[in-house]
């Protein structure tokens, strides 16, 4: 099946730093890609779509400006969390779909483990 | 604006078949039934889907009703290694996936 691979796997960071996190998709191309984070015994919350060659869309109450993305290639779509405080210690996943016509189905990466300090 | 319900845990004895009941009754005719789970600290792992019809593979099988109002996510023979939270999720091919709570399955030697 498709692979969605997320770098790192975990990082820690001081508070006020910026930390890029990197998702790919290893055998398919995606023009689509989506961020989501997941705080302790919550399910995930859907961030933003990452669009190939243009602006992220961004869900209600996400700070777009704080979380930026960047969908440069096909195959590459980062999430910079700027200025990270500890408040934004989070998993963070991110997804991609593969297919056409009736049948899309959506692969996730194994996620970020971000800890702010 | 969840579409799904979905009791929020269960248990389930080790080689028994595990039963995950979902409710949909608000889903459209051009919309599928997908389950998805996530092991913890894991990223989700797609299951299975279905339109109408009933669908099985090698991981599971999904029973809808005839209204499509409702489906069952089975397990046949759980192991622990099946311990995970599963969503039900309803949507179209294209819609983004939005994640509810879940169920929260353990399996119980």
């Known amino acids: 099946g498709a692979v969605v691979s997320q770098h790192p796997s975990w990082v820690i960071c001081k508070s006020g730093t910026s930390v890029k996190i990197e998702c790919r998709s290893l055998d398919f191309q995606a023009t689509t890609m989506f961020w989501y984070r997941q705080f302790p015994k919550q399910s995930l919350m859907l961030m933003a779509t990452?669009?190939?060659?243009?602006?992220?869309?961004?869900e209600q109450g996400v700070e777009k400006d704080k979380f930026l993305i960047n969908h440069a290639s096909l195959t590459l779509s980062t999430l910079t969390v700027t200025s990270a405080h500890p408040e934004d210690s989070s998993f963070y996943i991110c997804?991609?779909?593969?297919?056409?016509?009736?049948?899309?189905?959506?692969?996730f990466g194994p996620g970020t483990r971000l800890t702010v300090l | 604006d969840a579409k799904t319900t979905q009791p929020p845990s269960m248990d389930c004895a080790e080689g028994r078949a595990a039963n995950l009941p979902c409710n949909h009754s608000t889903i459209s005719g051009n919309e599928y039934v997908y389950w998805y789970r996530q092991i913890h600290s894991q990223g989700p792992q797609y299951i299975i889907h279905g339109l109408k019809n009933n669908e099985t593979n090698e991981m599971a099988s999904l029973i809808i009703t005839e209204d499509r109002k409702s489906s069952t996510l089975i397990l046949p023979h759980a192991t622990l290694r099946d311990t995970a939270v599963y969503y039900c999720i309803v949507r179209t091919s294209y819609d983004k996936v939005i994640f509810g709570p879940g169920t929260s399955l353990s399996v119980i030697p």
């Open positions: 990452s669009n190939e060659g243009s602006k992220a869309t961004y």
């Open positions: 997804s991609a779909p593969r297919g056409a016509g009736d049948y899309n189905e959506q692969f």
